[in-house]
């Protein structure tokens, strides 16, 4: 659902930016000047890893904001999470990450003017979000493969390489990667899966590249889940166009089901990766958070006409 911001709102935001996103010393100038020009009064608050966004909101919020702008990556957004949905306040975001999914879902452009324009136009946009063992997330959380994958891939080799890293090092792991035994309990039933990745998908896409599910939304209701059931890890490279299009639940050695509640065990604790941190461990229980927050995105995005 679309809200317009009343004409006579506010318009005092809690600028965060983080100062070791990919592209964090980009010139903001321009997409600054955009948002003062449509009214904003920015107060910026550079974020660290000592001090991370969620804590800047917390600290700042009863200064009187009308929203908070974050300037970083997914995993800023995703550190930033539970100080959203604790204080109400809508955000906006300026894009400087590496795969910068959560903007790509919602059709923000990567250019920072443009995405300044975005939160200039003023349109607000209720989603959901997933979380994982008390733990929020605004894109997918994933065990096996993809944990794995960005625990390797470090803050440099994405600095350097961009999207082209995540290949790099995908390809490279794929020579180590082996199945694990895992049981997931949704709906009423559990099934028990020998597979190299179980993911739970909130939005659209992910890992710089990948679609959770052709179709998915992050104000859809649900949660996308799939396993990767391959019988061979070759078979992977097969797969990658179809994970790329979300249409990967077509394959007979993929299981992929909707729900809203979903619990993972698995024989050791495995690390999960959400939104490309590592914040949680199996067994994992994931819920959906409906209309958990507000963010600015254009009024018309494609493939989400329906929300």
Sequence with gaps: MVEPVPAGASRRALLVVNERARNGNAALEEALEVLRGAGWTLVEHRCSPEQGAAEVIRARAAEGFAAVILGGGDGTL????PALMETGLPFGILPLGT??????????????????????????????????NGKPFFNVASIGFSATLAQRLGREEKRRWGKLG??????????????????????GATEKVRTIQVAVGNGRHYGGGMTVQSDARPDDGKLDVYSLELTHRWRLLALVPYLRRGTHGQWRDVRAFPTTECEVRTRRPMPVNTDGEINTHTPAHFRLLPRATRVYAPAVIPGMEAA
Excluded at 78 to 81: K, Q, V
């Design 78 to 81: 995703n550190g930033a999470a």
């Design 166 to 187: 995540y290949a790099l090092a995908a390809f490279r792991l794929l020579r180590e990667v082996r199945p694990f035994t895992a049981w997931l309990t949704h709906d």
């Design 99 to 132: 795969a910068n999914d959560l903007a790509r879902s919602l059709g923000i452009e990567p250019d920072l003017a443009a995405a300044a324009g975005v939160i200039a136009a003023g349109h607000l946009r209720t989603i959901d979000l997933g979380e994982v």
